[in-house]
């Protein structure tokens, strides 16, 4: 927080008042980034004539399967193919292998309404779904699965996480640079935190009762210090006029 200014006639555009739990008013001016348009030349979809994201994320079918280790339990997704979960010792895997699912269907950004899931545009991911797993004792279902793909500018594929929200149906979230291109999908642009000035937003009255106090507080604090200079000065005279006479050589 600054000193308080004079209360304005038109507040700017880049000021906003808010108030604290105590009703006390402040004046905040917001960064040029919150009240301006982002930097750089707009991103529209609509100009986008690269490849779909199913056509991006086609080499996957080809490549490696991915794994990811979490507890006791390693992951296997194979895309476009199945996801399965097994326990691995010393390379080996021990004991039954459970198949989370089978490859169904895959999120249509082409598609009328799919495109009325805006879950998917909020928050940047493209989905697939496997279903028809090994059946779950908990709930008798087969077990099911939606796999989650963000962009990761160099990150190559692999699996960040494994879910399971509710039993027997998990959600594995892959990061992947295929992705990052397509403009549904790559992330928007980083702005680094920029600070807000706030100070108390004062009445006419406030303000000339504020500036009172401040003349009236330098006021006192000169006073103070200059009563120390003179204390200060009274000791240096009363040390100099007790000082012993000097003894003359013999």
């Known amino acids: 927080l600054t000193a308080p200014v004079p209360p304005a006639q038109h507040q700017a555009e880049d000021v906003v008042t808010v108030a604290s739990r105590f009703k006390q008013r402040y004046e905040c001016r917001l960064p040029p980034a919150a009240v301006g348009p982002p930097p750089g030349p707009p991103r529209d979809p609509r100009l986008y004539n690269g490849s779909g994201v199913a056509e991006l994320l086609r080499p996957m079918g080809t490549a490696p399967c991915l794994l990811k280790t979490k507890d006791w339990w390693t992951y296997e997704f194979c895309y476009g193919r199945h996801i399965q979960q097994y326990h691995l010792e010393e390379s080996e895997i021990k004991g039954d292998i459970l198949v989370l699912g089978y490859y169904q269907s895959a999120f249509d950004w082409d598609d009328e309404t799919a495109k009325a899931s805006k879950q998917h545009q909020l928050r940047r991911y493209h989905s697939q779904s496997y279903v028809n797993g090994s059946r779950c004792d908990l709930t008798g279902r087969a077990r099911e699965a939606e796999v989650r793909f963000l962009c990761e500018e160099g ?67 000169v006073e103070e210090i200059s009563e120390e200079l003179r204390t200060l000065d009274t000791r240096l005279w009363s040390d100099r006029d007790g000082e012993p006479p000097s003894q003359s050589p013999e």
């Open 155 to 221: 990150a190559g594929d692999y699996i960040a996480r494994v879910d399971e929200p509710q039993s027997c149906s998990y959600v594995l979230t892959v990061h992947t640079t295929r992705i990052c291109h397509h403009p549904f999908l790559r992330p928007s642009p980083g702005l680094a935190p920029q600070p807000i000035r706030c100070q108390p937003a004062l009445s006419p009255a406030q303000y000339v009762q504020y500036v009172r106090a401040q003349v009236s507080d330098t006021k006192r604090k």
